[in-house]
């Protein structure tokens, strides 16, 4: 590829044909054509999408796939509708643009993807603290009961006995047990503050 800073040769010169021609040419599939066409727009090309993009590397590597697309697409263009040139340079100045706005979009993906993964899910220290706060809550609730209640209500709510079990534990009748947890909760939701 020709460097940005070589002059590209002009139509103006005596026996160098109009660049617009040389693009009729190329749409027929004319390979010298495309040669000439290459050796005028390659330098211009090169200068713009690197003032678009900064990068020399990528720079080079978009300016090649315009030439490319410029090949492929040389059907499209129509003399009638402007020239050549500016047909060229359009489509170098959108591909740098979609180049930059891919690399932005894709910078942006990964820096969310990277405060996601440091992003705890919750609070952990708070959590904590909540969580002892409860218990703690729970606890002096749990005072407050008879000791028939607290009993019943540790062995069902703690110890995860079912209400024929506690009865058994505690040699007492099934609805005996039923009715000191029933109203050991409702105790306990009172204490708590809990609305139902």
């Not at 211009?44 to 990068?55: A, E, K």
């Not at 909540?130 to 008879?146: G, I, K, P, S």
Request: charge should be positive.
């Amino acid at each position: 590829m020709r460097s940005p800073d070589t002059a590209p040769v002009t139509s103006d010169e005596p026996g160098v044909p109009d660049l617009d021609d040389l693009m009729v040419e190329v749409a027929r599939g004319d390979r010298d054509a495309f040669e000439k066409v290459y050796d005028r727009v390659s330098g211009p090309v090169l200068g713009l999408v690197r003032s678009v993009l900064r990068d020399p590397a990528q720079s080079e590597e978009v300016a090649q796939e315009v030439l490319i697309e410029v090949w492929r697409r040389a059907a499209r263009f129509r003399p009638d509708r402007g020239k050549a040139m500016t047909w060229v340079m359009t489509m170098a100045h959108r591909r740098a643009v979609d180049r930059v706005r891919s690399a932005n979009a894709a910078a942006e993906r990964e820096n969310k993807a990277a405060l996601l993964e440091h992003t705890p899910a919750y609070d952990e220290v708070t959590e904590q603290v909540e969580v002892r706060m409860e218990r703690q809550r729970v606890r002096r609730c749990l005072r407050t009961l008879t000791r028939l209640q607290r009993e019943a209500v540790t062995l069902a709510y703690y110890r995860g006995l079912t209400y024929r079990e506690v009865a058994q534990l505690l040699t007492l009748p099934l609805g005996t047990v039923k009715t000191r947890l029933r109203d050991g909760l409702i105790r306990l939701r009172d204490c708590l503050g809990v609305q139902v």
